[in-house]
């Protein structure tokens, strides 16, 4: 469709199950969401499988598939993917695995993000690791905040690696990696013991009352990952604006610009209105943006309720409130859709592979007059996608879009 604006923002996680302590509600049920309420109201609302079936239900894997890209033929580890972000390549023979710095007890899993690790912090732990494991077969390199890359010579495919975010509060021996490879990673681990045993900033963190980092987790390995560019396959040039060295490394990879904003931290207290705002500009000058706000997610992990409703609605008042004016009012052609990458649940504190709901709205799309955009409301709604990465054919007017409900069994 020449001229068209297409918008896609993504509050990750936002997707869940009725809690008791909402009256049997989900979180965005009970949100305020005024801006996703109104899309729902002008648009179409249902529901699209972001993870395919026997697939983990990795954001990786979601927003590769809300990208517009099939997963089953072209996911390749989340290492990799943050790798790219942080313009590393993976050599040939090499795995890239994504590397948590992590508080534990040494028998349970306390923090996977050892208390969302300021960066300072987490740059002199990585330096120390870097310093003392480094060697010809073994390259660390420090990403944001907890997040890092850890490179091993060798092939680790048959690996078995747990994330460490689903495991909050069990037991580390019941969670190791397993297979083939097992014993180096393993070993790795317990060396980056014995280097972050005494670090001067575990100390200072331990004054202060603060998670002391004392291991690695290693997970989400893989040895590489290739693209169709996003401007080939959708004839569309645009942006990624996200925290996560994940979704913006999906967004180099598929060859899109990524926007740094100040104050985005891909936690509670991110910069939301930056995103709205940058995601306007972006719109001003190309067809596409694509926003990723982590919050919901990580209040999640956290088992927070009040923190996720307050996420939601920060997302969209902040966020989807200045997108939807803009686009609304501005004259042109567009398609705007609102969708969690995946659910993540509150009582799990994990990610969920269950379809998620999404609400769209835009030129060529009659008004279904639903009420308010949440999970019941969206399963109730005649357009269910199981193949989710067919979605953005849809949105771009690659493909018909949405003849009266559509369903691709």
């Known amino acids: 469709m020449p001229g068209l604006k297409v ?51 990795g954001s990786d894997v979601a927003n ?75 390259r660390f390199h420090e990403g944001k905040s907890y997040r890092s890359i850890l490179m091993i010579k060798g092939e680790y495919k048959a690996l078995e690696c747990t994330p460490p975010h689903d495991i909050t509060g069990e037991r580390l021996d019941e969670h190791m990696p397993a297979g083939r490879g097992a014993q180096r990673v393993i070993d790795l681990m317990e060396r980056s013991r014995e280097v972050l045993a005494g670090l001067a900033v575990n100390e200072r963190r331990a004054a202060s009352g603060m998670p002391v980092v004392d291991t690695i987790w290693p997970w989400g390995q893989g040895e590489g990952i290739a693209l169709e560019p996003f401007g080939r396959r959708f004839s569309m040039s645009g942006a990624v604006i996200s925290a996560v060295d994940l979704v913006c490394g999906l967004g180099k990879l598929a060859g899109l610009r990524t ?66 004016r803009h686009l609304s009012g501005a004259g042109d052609e567009y398609r705007l859709m609102v969708c969690p990458d995946h659910p993540t649940l509150i009582s799990t504190r994990t990610h969920d592979a269950s379809p ?30 199981e193949h989710g990465w067919k979605m953005m054919f849809y949105l771009v007017g690659a493909e018909p879009l949405l003849k009266g409900g559509y369903c691709d069994g």
């Not at 306390?110 to 870097?130: C, K, P, T």
């Not at 998620?356 to 269910?384: D, M, Y």
Request: glycine residues 14%; proline residues 7%; hydrophobic residues 35%.
């Open 7 to 57: 918008a896609v923002l993504v509050p990750d996680g936002a997707a869940d199950l009725p809690l008791e302590v909402l009256d049997g509600k989900t979180p965005l049920e009970a949100a305020r969401t005024p801006n996703m309420d109104e899309i729902n109201r002008m648009g179409v609302t249902g529901t699209l499988r972001s993870v395919p079936r026997g697939m983990p239900p």
């Open 64 to 138: 590769l598939s809300l990208l517009g890209y099939d997963p089953e033929s072209t996911y390749g580890g989340r290492g990799p993917v943050e790798a790219a972000n942080l313009g590393l390549e993976v050599p040939p023979g090499w795995t890239a695995f994504r590397c948590n710095i992590v508080s534990t007890d040494g028998v349970r899993m306390l923090d996977y993000s050892s208390g969302h690790i300021g960066q300072e912090d987490a740059g002199e732990i990585l330096r120390a690791l870097g310093e003392e494991l480094d060697d010809g077969e073994t």
């Open 259 to 324: 926007v740094s904003v100040p104050g985005m931290t891909g936690f509670l207290d991110t910069n939301y209105l930056g995103k709205g705002e940058a995601a306007v500009r972006v719109l001003a000058t190309d067809d596409f943006v694509y926003v990723h706000v982590e919050a919901p997610d990580e209040a999640s992990h956290m088992g927070d309720t009040g923190e996720k409703i307050l996420a939601i609605e920060r997302f969209d008042s902040m966020v989807v409130g200045p997108v939807l």
């Open 356 to 385: 998620v709901p999404f609400a769209l709205c835009g030129t060529g799309i009659p008004g279904s007059g639903a009420r308010s955009f949440c999970e019941k409301t969206a399963e109730k709604g005649n357009v269910h996608l």
